[in-house]
């Protein structure tokens, strides 16, 4: 009877009718799933249910508990709403309509460390909760995203299924699997959105240099287009080839109307905020996030255009050759931002004990997601080869990639220091590069003025772990700090 009962219930709940929402419900639709959808403004519901959802597996609901008696157990249900307090709500409205072993997916944005304190409460009322990273905005969510799930691994096995034939597929492959438990999979989806804004970010400055070159926007689209052929096949660079070619009402192009300030939502923030608070590296996505910030201050960089100087010189090279060689700067960068996004991960890994797979994590971002490419590919095969590889690179594939393209890089961020033209996610790319292969960085000198100024010891080269101080004016005590930390 029990049985019987569950067959006419839904398979799947989704609260968000908005554009995340009603296009993942009609995916799930599509591959034969029932769903039951509500949002917090019902009318929402009847007028999806009239018009996008008319005819397919959707029901609709005219409240929580409504919702909750439409489910077949155990309940499974989507959050797709607004990231914050509005999770937290939704999750107190349908606690007292849920049973033990009920599984809650928040596919929102949700910063990580709200996820990991949600999965842990809820783990105590036996409420198993999900995490869900969820890319490829309304067009990912329609027809194939990128899933990152994490939380409550026990609730794998229920919504497995549901995921995995509605996610993008690569090589036959869907872009989603198990992240790891509580906050990994919306801390990896964090980090999938900070490698956007750097694949972005370095995509504009290549920008930046064709326009100081002087070719014309058509010879820039072609450019992307053969670009977009090789190694740099991606959605971003072939989405950039598009944008080049759109022409307005009025037949000219669209692009150089449109004022240059980015905003932003604060995904990249929290990729750099955390790649702080974990002390990696991840310069690239810092740097993109404060590009993005630099465009914001759009008056003052008005003013400043008339008052401060820059070099006043231009392009005189081999145009050609030098195309070449931003495509190569564009790649190496790439590598390096990537490359710092896994460090990330795999810091951020050891601290929270996740048992995170890169190459599998490599895969999610093959397909559906913003960042989709070619290179993911590379990637995933770089981490199955070796899964503890301590960075991609020093992968056989990237550190051939790096040796072809390090002469054109160079030049490049040479040339835009020249000519005045800003690249600071390619240089810093660089200058992580050279650091990141530098035996000898000059923090010997730093040991030595913090001891110097603070007396905060520092160690010997061959006596690691030995720490001694200097008093280094003759006119200092010979007593080390040990809570000072500048
Ligand atoms: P929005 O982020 O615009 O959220 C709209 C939904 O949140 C509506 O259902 C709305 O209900 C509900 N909502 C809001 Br707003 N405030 C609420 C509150 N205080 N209490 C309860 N419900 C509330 O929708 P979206 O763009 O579809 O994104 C959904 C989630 O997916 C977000 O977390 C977003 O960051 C994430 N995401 C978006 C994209 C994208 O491309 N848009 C891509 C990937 C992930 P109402 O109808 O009653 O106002």
Known sequence: MLHILNLLKGDI??????????????????????????????????????????????????????????????????????AGPAVDSFIDQLLPHLEKGDIIIDGGNSEYQDTERRSKDLAVKGIRFVGSGVSGGEEGARYGPSLMPGGNKEAWPYIKDIFQSIAAKADGQPCCDWVGNDGAGHFVKM??????????????????????????????????????????????IDITKDILKYKDTDGQY??????????????????????????????????????????????????????LPGPNAKFSGDK???????????????????????????????????????????????????????????????????PNLKSLLIAPF????????????RNVVATGVTLGIPTPALATALAFYDGYRSERLPANLLQAQRDYFGAHTYEL??????????????????VSASTYIA
């Not at 804004?197 to 072609?222: P, R, T, W």
């Not at 795999?346 to 995170?356: D, G, I, S, T, Y």
Request: hydrophobic share 45%.
């Open 254 to 307: 669209l692009l150089p109307k449109i004022r240059d300030t980015a905003g932003q939502k604060g995904t990249g923030k929290w990729t750099a905020i955390a790649a702080l608070n974990y002390g990696i590296p991840v310069t690239l996505i810092g740097e993109a996030v404060f590009s993005r910030c630099l465009s914001a201050l759009k008056d003052e960089r008005q003013n400043a255009s008339k008052v």
């Open 398 to 409: 990237f550190l051939d990639a790096l040796t072809k393209a390090q002469t054109g890089w």
């Open 461 to 478: 080269l061959g006596q690691e772990g030995k720490f001694v101080h200097t008093n280094w004016t003759g006119h200092g005590g010979n």
């Open 320 to 386: 050609k050759k030098f195309l070449e060689e931003i495509r190569q700067a564009l790649y190496a960068s790439k590598i390096v931002s990537y490359a710092q996004g896994f460090m990330l991960l795999r810091e951020a890994a050891k601290v929270h004990n996740w048992e995170l797979d890169y190459g599998a994590i490599a895969l999610m971002w093959r397909g559906g997601c913003i960042i989709r490419s070619v290179f993911l590919g590379q990637i995933k095969k770089a981490f199955d080869k070796d």
């Open 13 to 82: 709940g989704l609260i968000g009718l908005a554009v995340m929402g009603q296009n993942l419900i009609l995916n799930i639709a599509d591959h034969g799933f029932t769903v039951v959808a509500f949002n917090r403004t019902v009318e929402k519901v009847h007028s999806f249910l009239a018009n996008e959802a008319k005819g397919k597996r959707i029901i609709g609901a005219e409240s929580i508990a409504d919702l909750a008696s439409k489910l077949k157990a155990p309940r499974r249900i989507i959050l797709l709403v607004k």
């Open 191 to 236: 980090v999938h959105n900070g490698i956007e804004y750097g694949d972005m970010q370095l995509i504009g400055e290549v920008y930046h240099l064709m326009l100081a070159l002087g070719i014309s926007q058509e010879e820039m689209a072609n450019t992307f287009a053969e670009w977009n052929k090789g190694e740099l096949d991606s959605f971003l």
